[in-house]
């Protein structure tokens, strides 16, 4: 790992640990009586995801979502598709949607246009990094582990060209 | 919500695929019978019952509450779409929901020799009396959708795709309609629609005369993500002289309907960046429900990176923007 593109953390483990258990206790009040099906978008919910899973005392499911660019020939030059859709139905199932960073919101309001229609009973996103002042459209967001601002930031699932995923923290990219 | 029409020749194994789907689906099942027995029944005595079974023409005739039966079958099959997930059998359903975008139209043939086998072994009979049920069947099938709607119930751009059973079985057929069918969830819309939608989507950006090259790159994301926009579509007007004339007028770049909210793009230099600031903060304080979120040139200069609008790529993470 070259260490030197790591830059000042911004959150660290402990942080991020105590944050993740605040959520799991929210969560496990707002679904005590309900059985949530956590859809993890890949690759960067991965640690979110397991850290929150853990914690969490109500029964619960994961799946997981992948969204990719694909070339065209006509209209737009790229579009956006479902690279990897879930494997079970959210047909009346809670669901949460579970989410390394939001920032514009474009991505995410695919995935909501997209699972929408599938009928679930509800459905709300818990987003680890809430970059909300470059919000662009507004999300269901009900869970948000800590606000960001613009800086690109690696560690904690979120990655700069695949790399740096593992960190335990979260930490400025040293471009 | 979606729905998924099946129309079929007789012994093309389209009323299995229609099981079969629904089953697999876990959705209702909509067919002749049922409506019949269950939807017509309420307004209609046995003798109707009975006509609306042997005759398409009984279906144009008043029924009891005033609507025609074929005016009753389809406000009730619009209604129930609107609540639940179908698969509809027949019924001339690929017309009711042919602006519907969350359908999916089938056809299922089969060659005569291939229907003719299966007539003769489901009903015992010999080649010609198996030819003349099917010849029979498929005149009151054609029959039904060229006097309820109008159509010729052969032609295929009715359909989004027409299955061969010759080679396929009823599960292979069911696979390949479920597939089509989440690749459809995607992108839903109308089959009818399907090419003055691509036109909308394609040419206007090519027609707009968009004032500056960075609201065509925006547009562009937003095509990315499917998400709909009109250019400037809206002036909100923010100072008046003393006679009520506008001085003063605001048009955002772009209006989002789905998401009811207007953008700007504030990519100029900073002296006119202060002035539209300021007719922001106007707009906020005089239209206080009109959302309208701003990005500035430095964010704007990131999206265009993450997104690699412009062949601009230097800082490559996730595809969460």
């Keep these: ?175 | 919500m979606f729905v998924i029409t099946i129309s079929r020749q007789t012994a093309s194994l389209g009323d299995e695929i229609a099981a079969k789907l629904a089953d697999e689906l876990g959705v209702k099942l909509i067919t002749r019978d049922f409506v019949i027995d269950n939807w017509l029944s309420e307004i209609a005595d046995e003798h109707d019952l009975h006509m609306l079974r042997e005759t398409s023409k009984y279906y144009l005739r008043t029924a009891q509450n005033g609507q025609t039966y074929k005016e009753y079958i389809i406000e009730r099959l619009k209604k129930e779409a609107e609540e639940q997930s179908l698969v509809v059998l027949g019924l001339g359903s690929q017309v009711i929901f042919k602006d519907y975008a969350h359908a999916v139209h089938i056809k299922v043939i089969c060659s005569d020799k291939g229907r003719i086998a299966r007539i003769k072994e489901k009903y015992n009979l010999n080649k010609e009396q198996a030819i003349r049920t099917l010849d029979l069947s498929d005149r009151k099938h054609r029959r039904y959708v060229h006097r309820l709607f109008d159509k010729d119930w052969e032609n295929i751009s009715l359909y989004h795709m027409s299955i061969n059973t010759d080679g396929l079985d009823v599960k292979e057929a069911t696979n390949l309609i479920m597939h089509l069918l989440e690749m459809k969830k995607e992108n839903p819309q109308p089959l009818y629609k399907e090419h003055k939608e691509e036109e909308k989507r394609v040419s206007p950006r090519q027609d707009i005369d968009f004032v500056h090259e960075s609201e065509r790159d925006f547009a562009e994301i937003l095509d990315m993500y499917n998400i709909q926009w009109e250019y400037e579509p809206s002036e909100f007007p923010l100072e008046w002289d003393a006679e009520g004339n506008i001085v003063l007028g605001f048009r955002p770049d772009f209006y989002l309907p789905e998401f009811d909210t207007y953008i700007e793009l504030t990519t100029m230099k900073q002296k006119y960046v202060t002035e539209k600031n300021k007719k922001v903060k106007l707009l906020q304080e005089l239209y206080p429900d009109v959302s309208v979120n701003i990005v500035y040139k430095k964010d704007y200069h990131k999206l265009l990176q993450r997104f690699g609008v412009n062949d601009v790529k230097e800082v490559e993470g996730d595809d969460d923007e």
């Design chain 1, 1 to 175: 790992m070259n260490n030197q593109k790591i830059g000042e953390k911004v959150f660290d483990k402990e942080e991020i640990q105590n944050r993740v258990l605040k959520i799991a206790e929210e969560i496990n009040e707002d679904y005590k009586d309900k059985e949530p099906l956590l859809i993890g978008i890949l690759k960067g919910s991965i640690y979110f995801l397991s850290d929150l899973s853990r914690q969490l005392k109500i029964d619960h499911n994961i799946d997981f979502l992948s969204i990719g660019r694909f070339q065209t020939t006509e209209g737009p030059r790229e579009k956006v598709k479902i690279t990897k859709d879930l494997d079970l139905s959210i047909r009346n199932k809670d669901i949460i949607v579970i989410e390394d960073i939001i920032r514009t919101g474009l991505t995410h309001s695919y995935i909501v246009k997209n699972l929408k229609p599938r009928r679930p009973k509800s459905l709300s996103l818990c987003v680890f990094l809430d970059c909300k002042e470059q919000r662009l459209v507004d999300l269901p967001i009900k869970y948000s582990g800590f606000e960001m601002d613009d800086r690109f930031v690696i560690g904690y699932g979120l990655d700069y060209e695949e790399k740096y995923r593992n960190l335990p923290y979260v930490a400025e990219f040293n471009a």
